[in-house]
């Protein structure tokens, strides 16, 4: 099945950084439209990676604290955790392809 889960910085500890294993985190906001373009893309990863990697996607306009946490310029920003350790970033509207690469390389091997 496979959905983007949508979480708040409130569900940022416990979803992110206590995660144990890959966890990938779309930063984007509605007025975004390049985060519009990513969107069903994050969403067939999010299904392809069922059971291997935690795909969220966290609303960067309702939770500002996140954004300077982790330095966010511009969004879409896709984060990347292995652990609860920040391992990976993408800036931008990527195609799949760069984003399933970044996935694997996130993988325990």
Excluded: H
Excluded at 37 to 65: H, M, W
Excluded at 71 to 97: H, S
């Amino acid at each position: 099945m496979g959905s983007v889960v949508e979480i708040s910085g409130r569900q940022w500890e416990k979803e992110v950084l206590q995660a144990v294993g890959p966890v990938m985190v779309d930063l984007w906001a509605p007025w975004c439209g390049p985060c519009r373009t990513i969107a069903p893309v994050v969403e067939e990863l999010s299904r392809e990676y069922q059971g291997k990697v935690s795909i969220f996607k966290l609303n960067t306009d309702e939770n500002p604290d996140v954004m300077s946490r982790y330095q966010v310029m511009g969004i879409p920003t896709l984060l990347f955790f292995r652990d609860g350790q920040i391992v990976d970033r993408i800036v931008g509207a990527v195609p799949k392809a760069k984003l399933k690469e970044r996935l694997e390389a996130v993988l325990p091997k």
